[in-house]
Every structure is written in structure tokens, then in C-alpha cells.
């Protein structure tokens, strides 16, 4: 075993050393423009994009022609709110989507507000979920657009998308869901779930970083988008410049081994997680799992890979220091650098303590059965000398009711 551990497969994921062997001729041999349409170098470019089009498609059920290729989730995220909002301005103005969302999207919505876009922030309920008579009642004559998170990235829950698509076409609403972190760890299918357009990104399974998809439906309804990136037309006209050939390759053989091996993969995850979990409820008390259906169950509603649990009286931070030797994270990659808690855990409605003393553990496919083991017995470690060190863990365990207590000022 090698230290240090990874375990923050939630930020980003190490390259399969398949895909990278399968993008390598692509940076070398052949480097041809997917664009050039008058030599050889050109057409293999384009036929392995091709290629990769339908890989793609087919790990969400998609047609190749829906895909768009885009430099990775924030972009597809931005063209899907952007694009939607300004090709059906006439139709309205109004798109839903839930406090629990990926920055990607929140500051996308902002960005539409200043631009005289409503947007509706749902609340979630205490185990991440969004409340479908909530979503149904925000619905209105003017709404173009729901777009709510396949899984979420901090605490893994996965919404119930294909409901939420059967109610948005019923109201003739479009539904985009930002499938970054569930594309390739549980099965998802764009008819079946009712989805209109779907983000999804290369670096998040053990693909390349700086590549990512959209897929935007063809029929029943067919989606059109106002490009945000003006060119050469590429991409049927919705996302133009020179297409990243290595980069998409890698992502269509990422998606390809994805399928392949998922239901075993995910099952093998979930053992590790469960296993992870019990350790440190057996040997810690007054641990929390965050946005589990229910406290003992971690079920169907969660990524297999994922455990976001909060140890009380600890402080995120000094637990993240103890366990220097372990890559973990106390909330999403893209807000760590903030020492405000997680804003999803407080959305929850996690008191500011609870948010701070959270940690996010996301397991991937090159994690052991050792390193959990090595894991396990740090955090509980390490949570029990930070206890030690607690007045107020001492004082909750004498039953003293800390709400209650008048603390003087100096």
C-alpha cells in the first residue's frame, strides 16, 4: 500500500491507463484537424470523434447525433441554461433548480438573473431530495426549463430524474439534469428518465480532464440552442472551434469501459463504502451521515461510491490535517478553498457546527480493501485524540445540553 491514499474520486479521478493508451497515437500519429475534409489526416480525426460520439451515446441511450462535445461539464451546463434560455425567450422566462446544486449551475443562474431570467431556487428536504409537490406548484406558464443534478457531487444522493422528467413533460417543460457524477457509476438512460439535455464530464471517469459532452434531444421534443461559442459552425452550429481529438477519444473509451464494467464496479464500491462506514460508526459515536435517506440505510438514493459523514464536536479542518496522509475533502472541490460550510449541507438544514466537522470520502476504482482499512483506523484515531481535546464533547457527554448553555463573553 502506497501512501499518500486517494479517496476524493468526487474531484476529479486518476486516468485509466486503458484510456490514456487509447488516446496516445492521437497527440503523436495522428494529430489530423476533425474538420480538414480534404486529406486522410482529417477524415481519421473525424472518424475516430465519430467513434466516440457513439460511445457515448450509448452508455446514456442516446442517438451519436445528440451529442456535442464541449471542454468539460461547466460548459455544457452553461450552454444548456444559456442556450435554452435564450432560444426560447418568447415562449418564457422562468427555469427551476434547486439550492443544492453545482456552482456550475447556481452562478449560471445568477449570471441569466442579471439578464431579466426568473429562476426558482427549491429548497431540498433533510435527505437532499427536492419535494415533487414543491417542484410541481413552482411550475408556471412562463417556465422553459427545470434543471436539477443527477447526483450530487458532496453527498451523493441521486434525485428521482425520471420523475421529474415525466412531470416536466407533462407541462411541456424541457428538463436538464448535470449527470457529471452519476454518468458511469449508475446506469442512466436519456428516454427512460425523460431527459432533454444532459451534462456529463471526461475527468470524473477516469477520462481526461478538459473534455465533456452535452447531449441535447433530437425528437420528442427537439431541443434548439442558442450557441455561446461563435466559429466555425462546428458541432452543428452549437458549440464551435477545433475539436480536441485526443481528449475526445479518451473520453469515448472512458465511457466505453464504464459500461462494460459498472454493475461489477459499483457493486465492489459499495462493499468498500459499507465496509468504511460501519468501521467508524462501530468505534465513534455521534457520527452523522449527511443526505441518506435513511441513517442506517444507504440505498438506492446514494452513489454507490460515496460517504459524506459529519463527526460532531471536530472540526473539519483540524480532522483534515490529522489525516494528512489521506486525500479526502470537507465539501466540493470547486468551493475547498472557502472556509464557510459546505452551502449543500446547510441547504440540508446541518447547523454551521455539523457542516464544519463533515467529511466527504469518495471512493473510486483504484481504491483497495487495505486502504480502507488504513483509512478507517486514522480517522477514528485521529477523531478521538480531537475529542480528547473538546470541552464540549466532555461537557455533551455528561448530558449537559449545550443549546441551553448561556456562554459569557470575555
Request: glycine share 8%; proline share 3%.
Amino acid at each position: 500500500m502506497k501512501l499518500p491514499i486517494y479517496m476524493d474520486y468526487h474531484a476529479t479521478t486518476p486516468m485509466d491507463p486503458r484510456v490514456f493508451a487509447t488516446m496516445k497515437p492521437y497527440f503523436l500519429e495522428t494529430f489530423g484537424n476533425a474538420a480538414s475534409r480534404n486529406h486522410s489526416f482529417g477524415w481519421e480525426a473525424e472518424e475516430a470523434v465519430e467513434k466516440s460520439r457513439k460511445q457515448i451515446a450509448s452508455l446514456i441511450g442516446a442517438t451519436a447525433k445528440e451529442i456535442v462535445f464541449t471542454s468539460g461539464a461547466t460548459e455544457s451546463n452553461n450552454l444548456a441554461l444559456k442556450g435554452v434560455a435564450e432560444m426560447y425567450a418568447e415562449k418564457g422566462n422562468h427555469i427551476i433548480t434547486a439550492a443544492t446544486e453545482h456552482k456550475a449551475i447556481l452562478d449560471t443562474c445568477k449570471r441569466l438573473e442579471k439578464h431579466g431570467v426568473r429562476v426558482t431556487y427549491l429548497p431540498v428536504q433533510t435527505n437532499g431530495l427536492v419535494d415533487m409537490e414543491q417542484l410541481q406548484a413552482a411550475i408556471t406558464d412562463k417556465t422553459i426549463l427545470i434543471s436539477l443534478m443527477y447526483a450530487n457531487n458532496e453527498i451523493g444522493v441521486l434525485q428521482p430524474i425520471a420523475e421529474i422528467g415525466k412531470l416536466a413533460k407533462s407541462k411541456g417543460v424541457l428538463l436538464h439534469t448535470d449527470a457529471t457524477q452519476a454518468v458511469g457509476k449508475v446506469p442512466v438512460n436519456v428516454i427512460k428518465d425523460n431527459i432533454d439535455l444532459l451534462s456529463l464530464s471526461g475527468h470524473k471517469m477516469y477520462g481526461p480532464k478538459g473534455v465533456g459532452a452535452l447531449y441535447v434531444r433530437r425528437k420528442g421534443p427537439r431541443v434548439q440552442l442558442t450557441a455561446q461559442m461563435d466559429g466555425g459552425g462546428h458541432e452543428r452550429g452549437m458549440r464551435s472551434g477545433t475539436l480536441n481529438v485526443p481528449g475526445i477519444v479518451g473520453l469515448g473509451e472512458a465511457c466505453a469501459l464504464c459500461q462494460a464494467e459498472m454493475a461489477e464496479e459499483s457493486k465492489r464500491l459499495a462493499h468498500l463504502r459499507d465496509k468504511l462506514r460501519d468501521k467508524l460508526q462501530s468505534e465513534l459515536d455521534e457520527t452523522y451521515i449527511n443526505g441518506a435517506v435513511d441513517i442506517n440505510y444507504l440505498g438506492e438514493h446514494r452513489l454507490p461510491n460515496n460517504l459524506n459523514i459529519s463527526f460532531a464536536y471536530v472540526e473539519g479542518e483540524s480532522l483534515l490535517m490529522g489525516i494528512n496522509d489521506i486525500a479526502v475533502s470537507s465539501g466540493s472541490a470547486c468551493t475547498s478553498a472557502t472556509l464557510e460550510p459546505s452551502y449543500v449541507l446547510k441547504a440540508l438544514g446541518a447547523g454551521d457546527d455539523l457542516a464544519h466537522s463533515s467529511i466527504r470520502f469518495g471512493l473510486g476504482r483504484f481504491n483497495t480493501e487495505e486502504e480502507v482499512d488504513y483509512v478507517a483506523a486514522k480517522v477514528i484515531d485521529v477523531v478521538k485524540k480531537l475529542r480528547d481535546l473538546s470541552p464540549l464533547y466532555e461537557m455533551a457527554k455528561e448530558g449537559i445540553d449545550l443549546s441551553k448553555v448561556q456562554w459569557a463573553a470575555h
